[in-house]
């Protein structure tokens, strides 16, 4: 399959929800999605960008994308974190998804980050075996947490002192 992996613009956001309204619906979380196109436009090219996006293009067409940005590691320093990598189901096993994956290593290694890290569903047999094949650990004795909205405001309402 013919395509272009390219930095997203702008203009790209549209097609970049879509990907992960699809992603959502894929990991069985379709309300989930709350960023809107315009969020993804002001938090991504404005003044400070907070995050990089590659996208895979075929016949002028968004057929996946990575999503990622910087972080710190205090053992490592500069490390990246690959918030979502998709590509529309109609167009998986067709490259696109491992064009994308190479772009943000070679990034990356461009960056000289020490590390790029990122979560996957342990159901998600595809992904697992795909990250698997290209040399990345799965490390299955570290847990994500994560506290949301909810919890922040019941942290604050809490501790308020």
């Given at each position: 399959?013919?395509?272009t992996?390219?930095?997203?613009?702008?203009?790209?956001m549209?097609?970049?929800?879509?990907?992960?309204?699809?992603?959502?619906?894929?990991?069985?979380?379709?309300?989930?999605?709350?960023?809107?196109?315009?969020?993804?436009?002001?938090?991504?090219?404005?003044?400070?960008?907070?995050?990089?996006?590659?996208v895979?293009?075929?016949?002028?067409?968004?057929?996946?994308?990575?999503?990622?940005?910087?972080?710190y590691?205090?053992?490592?320093?500069?490390?990246?974190?690959?918030?979502?990598?998709?590509?529309?189901?109609?167009s998986?096993?067709?490259?696109?998804?491992?064009?994308?994956?190479?772009?943000?290593?070679?990034?990356?290694?461009?960056?000289?980050?020490?590390?790029?890290?990122?979560?996957?569903?342990?159901?998600?047999?595809?992904?697992?075996?795909?990250?698997?094949?290209?040399?990345?650990?799965?490390?299955?004795?570290?847990?994500?947490?994560?506290?949301?909205?909810?919890?922040?405001k019941?942290?604050?309402?809490?501790?308020?002192?």
């Amino acid at each position: 399959m013919e395509h272009t992996i390219r930095r997203a613009e702008k203009e790209d956001m549209g097609q970049v929800l879509e990907l992960i309204q699809e992603l959502a619906d894929f990991e069985k979380e379709p309300d989930a999605v709350e960023v809107t196109a315009e969020d993804l436009i002001r938090d991504g090219f404005g003044e400070n960008p907070l995050f990089k996006c590659y996208v895979a293009e075929v016949n002028n067409r968004i057929e996946g994308m990575a999503l990622f940005y910087n972080r710190y590691s205090t053992w490592k320093g500069k490390t990246i974190h690959l918030e979502d990598l998709v590509v529309r189901k109609s167009s998986r096993g067709t490259g696109l998804g491992s064009a994308l994956f190479a772009e943000v290593i070679k990034h990356g290694h461009m960056e000289g980050v020490k590390r790029i890290e990122w979560v996957v569903l342990d159901w998600n047999t595809p992904a697992v075996n795909f990250y698997k094949k290209n040399g990345a650990n799965i490390l299955s004795d570290w847990d994500t947490v994560q506290l949301n909205e909810e919890g922040i405001k019941n942290f604050i309402a809490n501790n308020n002192s």
